[in-house]
């Protein structure tokens, strides 16, 4: 409203008020449609109530859904007038007309009737209820924002949208899962294993990323819905075929009560349940086991010794600390064709499960294969080999192979355990090759990125030594005629103190003594974890170390080395020898700017 005529208003509704007051009666006719509401439109009292310190923001979700708040308030300047105002009549007046007041928790209830209204349970949400859906995200999240955990029994009132685009309710048996998105990487390729209807849509999580709005942690505070399906169970109690399940003894009679165990959530009864679709359902299931759940969760591999009652008196057992290996055991949810092609849910064994196996879960996969070899009864040399080779042709010659190699060895375990043991030797080395190659092309870039810093031209050579460093633009006018390198520099990073030449290395150095240079970068004392993080040019060069006298150093070493060749008995695979720099002679050298000043600047 215009100042003037707001002003207008006040001093109006002001002597209504007086006459009022004097007259002691209340005409409320007078004031009918004379009213404004928050959105500045001109209303009945009877049409009107007081705010009672609603948020703006909680009026701006209201609104988005088609609940406007702001045209059932009155407009906020009538109520909330300074002490220098000379308006003596106006408040009394106000709370004559209007005697109801709205609160936040009216208008967040109104708000979530109004979801209900647009969202009924079990209907389809489509894009006609878009933007109401997003409101119900929002509201959510304001939730969190002004109530925290307290805001749970509202919160879990609201509408929810799942996975199949249908609206759903939370209920104590009716958690839902969180966003796939937000599940570990490792479990969302078998989301299918869940209920479409149990888990959220990803509305929820492009909130969260696309406009800022956080919501499915507060609704996982909430114990409105499952993070991940990884999670944990208190069963009120535990006994009989599930309690034998994950147990080394003899637990007949016994019941283990209020222990908590790592658990799959919504196992028992929502997946299951959904195995009886198809089989596709419980190979999804049983990939999820395999792939995140076996890998991520210790408790399957842990004993734990818990106490029990048996016969009224205590009774210590020894269980594995996941239900989840409890549940996948004893209860029938593999569906297996049966006589008449039906589908049949049997338990979970060597025989049934092979059938909705995929062999690409066991590659590289030591958890699954120890999780089927122990608990349901696979030959773990079948699996490796299953593992490794999904071809039926190629693991038979693996077989055959394996064959060989025992009909050779006979039954000496000190034989295949040296066997294996050389194997994991060779296998490391490998590794360790491969990482120090990465390694040393990282560094021997990241000094590189050193030398242009200074406006060095760097190319690489690669031949007899890394690359050929000449002068930029840092020359001043009056030496550019003087000859300035090239020189020819080699990259070596240590981790032993003990860097190597090659012979060609060697012998271009011996040749070019005035122009070759050794780079030595030191990583002596970088962890094993700093040396597999990025390298750059802030790294490296603090740790460098440049040798311009190597060359000269060398020269005697392949004299010696060529004499050796061409003598009566001579040296022979001479490639494979390496001239190592010892540390008192790499360490003297001198830094990289230092280098820099005295071969181009002086």
């Known amino acids: 409203m215009r100042t003037d005529s707001l002003e207008w208003l006040k001093d109006f509704l002001d002597v209504v008020g007086e006459c009022w007051s004097k007259r002691s009666g209340v005409d409320i006719s007078i004031i009918a449609g004379l009213l404004p509401d928050q959105n500045k439109r001109l209303r009945s009292p009877a049409d009107l109530a007081l705010d009672s310190g609603i948020s703006e923001q909680l009026k701006d979700i209201c609104l988005a859904m088609g609940f406007d708040v702001r045209s059932q308030i009155l407009f906020q300047a009538l109520t909330t007038l300074q002490p220098a105002e000379r308006f003596s009549f106006l408040s009394e007046m106000i709370t004559q007309a209007i005697a109801t007041k709205i609160s936040e928790d009216e208008v967040i209830g109104r708000a979530i009737k109004r979801l209900d209204d647009e969202l009924p349970e079990d209907e389809e949400c489509d894009a006609s209820t878009l933007k109401v859906q997003k409101a119900s995200i929002r509201l959510l999240n304001y939730l969190w924002y002004s109530k925290g955990k307290d805001g749970d029994s509202i919160a879990k009132k609201v509408a929810l949208i799942s996975s199949s685009n249908r609206a759903v309710r939370w209920s104590h048996d009716r958690l839902m899962m969180a966003p796939i998105s937000y599940w570990h ?218 064959a060989k190699l025992v009909e050779f060895g006979g039954a000496d375990p000190e034989l295949y355990k040296s066997l294996i043991e050389d194997i994991e030797a060779r296998r490391l080395r490998s590794r360790d090759v491969e990482r120090y190659r990465r390694l040393g092309l990282a560094v021997q870039e990241a000094i590189k990125a050193t030398l242009e810093k200074y406006d060095l031209k760097v190319t690489l050579v690669d031949h007899g030594f890394d690359y050929e460093v000449s002068a930029g633009n840092i020359l001043e006018d009056s030496v550019m005629e003087l000859e300035v390198g090239p020189y020819l520099l080699e990259v070596k990073a240590t981790t032993s103190g003990s860097p190597r ?75 494979a020898l390496r001239y190592e720099v010892p540390t008192q002679v790499w360490e003297g050298g001198m830094s990289i700017s230092e280098w820099v000043t005295r071969s181009f600047k002086q």
């Open 501 to 575: 030449l090659t012979p060609t290395q060697a012998e271009t150095s011996s040749s070019n003594p005035t122009r070759y240079v050794l780079c030595v970068v030191d990583l002596r004392g970088v962890s094993d974890e700093q040396l597999d993080t990025p390298w750059d040019a802030s790294r490296v060069e603090p740790l460098a170390k440049l040798s311009p006298d190597i060359g000269g150093k060398v020269q005697d070493t392949c004299k010696l080395v060529a004499a050796a060749k061409n003598s009566s008995i001579a040296i022979r695979n001479d490639s």
């Open 185 to 402: 990487e490792a479990a969302r390729p078998f989301a299918h294993a869940y209920p479409p209807h149990r888990v959220l849509g990803s509305i929820y999580a492009e909130q969260e990323e696309q406009e800022g709005i956080a919501v499915v942690s507060p609704l996982v505070e909430w114990n409105i819905a499952i993070a991940d399906p990884l999670t944990s169970d208190t069963p009120v109690e535990l006994k009989d075929r599930r309690l034998a399940a994950i147990s080394s003894g003899d637990t007949t009679g016994v019941t283990v009560k209020n222990e908590k165990f790592s658990q799959i959530a919504l196992l028992q009864p929502e997946l299951f349940n959904r195995c009886q679709e198809g089989i596709d359902e419980a190979r999804a299931l049983l990939g999820l086991v395999l792939c995140h759940i076996a890998p991520h969760d210790p408790n399957w591999t842990k004993a734990k010794s818990v106490m029990g009652r048996k016969r009224h008196e205590d009774f210590a057992v020894t269980l594995q600390g996941a239900l989840w290996l409890a549940d996948l055991r004893f209860r029938l949810w593999v569906p297996v064709p049966g006589e008449d092609g039906k589908l049949v849910q049997m338990s979970a064994n060597a025989s049934t499960l092979k059938n909705i196996l995929d062999p690409k879960w066991l590659e590289k996969n030591d958890s699954a294969i120890q999780l089927l070899s122990e608990w349901f009864g696979f030959d773990e040399l079948e699996l490796r080999l299953l593992g490794v080779a999904p071809d039926e042709n190629k693991r038979q010659e693996l077989r055959d192979g394996l």
